[in-house]
């Protein structure tokens, strides 16, 4: 028989673990209504703004110091900018970085299987490339569609291509 005003070992294991199981779910709830109230609380306070209008640049006459991209949302041309001018990454890292958040921004604006336009400085060689990689072409396209004659791209051809253009100034 235990003594008066003593618990088993087997007892004082279920309370331990029964208020420990409280714990954890007064922690849980408390924490979720507070997360819930400032997340709320943050949503009232910030401004409504919409990703497809974005504030004038400060350089209107496009004219940068040092490094310029553009992206189809403000936020992801100043992360674009910051990779490149500020941590020193190259053209392509700024692109990279710039396409990721356009990702998130506007995942309806690019992903797997998209065209895209790009234009590259090379300060060394003080040449610009241009490269125009768009969707896929019409069943008719061909690859030299573009290299031969003056109207080779109004005539038909026989394989369906992507449509993909480079050039150099």
């Not at 922690?27 to 979720?32: H, I, K, P, R, T």
């Amino acid at each position: 028989m235990e003594k008066a005003g003593t618990i088993s070992t087997s007892r004082a294991w279920a309370i331990v673990t029964i208020l420990f199981c409280a714990a954890i779910v007064a922690f849980g709830l408390g924490f979720g209504i507070g997360l819930q109230k400032s997340y709320h609380t943050g949503l009232a306070s910030a401004p409504l703004i919409s990703p497809l209008f974005s504030p004038k640049s400060p350089s209107p006459e496009g004219k940068y110091r040092f490094a310029a991209v553009a992206a189809d949302n403000a936020e992801c041309s100043k992360i674009g900018n910051h990779v490149m001018a500020v941590q020193g990454g190259s053209a392509v890292d700024a692109a990279i970085a710039a396409i990721l958040c356009v990702g998130i921004h506007n995942m309806q604006s690019c992903g797997i299987g998209g065209g895209h336009f790009l234009m590259y400085y090379n300060r060394h060689l003080d040449k610009m490339h241009s490269v125009v990689s768009r969707e896929q072409a019409p069943s008719m396209a061909t690859e030299d569609m573009f290299t031969s004659e003056k109207n080779s791209s109004s005539t038909a051809g026989k394989k369906k291509t992507l449509c993909f253009s480079i050039t150099n100034k």
